[in-house]
């Protein structure tokens, strides 16, 4: 019965652990496309708030990692799930499309983090760091999408800003 059980934890600690080290795999791509973003950002400010928010998710991906610790990464199940957890990048290149695509992985992120929140956890203080980076990567991602839609078509091709037309009476 005692082995029952600890083979029953050891498999829940081994999900935890993929689960882990899933989640820092999602801020390890999330920080490397805001680095990608920050060095396109024409905005100083801007570039080196994407380059701290940056620097914020390769703690988290540390952090998760050091959690999850060594996996073995070797087995078609790990691979298949790195494959399916990678965005590609845009095709195009310059801001708003960095911006875009930034902004899908933080989202990729927050969901992933609110996918674990919502199962039971054992560990309160991993429920509160895991809420922690949630919230950070909803932040993150309200920041990036204000910061697309900030990118007006008129903007970006250099033309005069349209002005709406008046409602009809």
């Not at 829940?12 to 920050?38: F, I, P, W």
């Given at each position: 019965?005692?082995?029952?059980?600890?083979?029953?934890?050891?498999?829940?600690?081994?999900?935890?652990?993929s689960t882990l080290a899933r989640l820092s795999?999602?801020?390890?791509?999330?920080?490397?496309?805001?680095?990608?973003?920050?060095?396109?950002?024409?905005?100083p400010q801007i570039r080196a708030v994407l380059a701290h928010?940056?620097?914020?998710?390769?703690?988290?991906?540390?952090?998760?990692?050091a959690r999850a610790g060594p996996?073995?990464?070797?087995?078609?199940a790990a691979g298949q799930a790195r494959r399916r957890d990678t965005l590609p990048p845009p095709a195009e290149s310059g801001e708003l499309p960095l911006l875009r695509y930034a902004a899908q992985h933080a989202a990729r992120a927050a969901a992933?983090?609110?996918?674990?929140?919502?199962?039971?956890?054992?560990?309160?203080?991993?429920?509160?760091?895991?809420?922690?980076y949630y919230r950070g990567a909803t932040e993150l991602q309200r920041l990036l999408?204000?910061?697309?839609?900030e990118f007006t078509p008129s903007r970006i091709a250099g033309m005069a800003a349209r002005r709406p037309a008046r409602p009809m009476h």
């Amino acid at each position: 019965m005692n082995a029952e059980r600890d083979a029953d934890m050891d498999a829940e600690r081994d999900a935890l652990n993929s689960t882990l080290a899933r989640l820092s795999l999602h801020a390890t791509q999330c920080a490397e496309a805001l680095v990608a973003v920050a060095a396109a950002a024409s905005d100083p400010q801007i570039r080196a708030v994407l380059a701290h928010r940056a620097n914020l998710q390769r703690c988290a991906a540390a952090e998760l990692a050091a959690r999850a610790g060594p996996l073995d990464g070797t087995t078609p199940a790990a691979g298949q799930a790195r494959r399916r957890d990678t965005l590609p990048p845009p095709a195009e290149s310059g801001e708003l499309p960095l911006l875009r695509y930034a902004a899908q992985h933080a989202a990729r992120a927050a969901a992933a983090y609110g996918e674990v929140l919502r199962q039971p956890m054992r560990e309160p203080e991993l429920r509160l760091l895991l809420a922690h980076y949630y919230r950070g990567a909803t932040e993150l991602q309200r920041l990036l999408e204000q910061r697309a839609m900030e990118f007006t078509p008129s903007r970006i091709a250099g033309m005069a800003a349209r002005r709406p037309a008046r409602p009809m009476h």
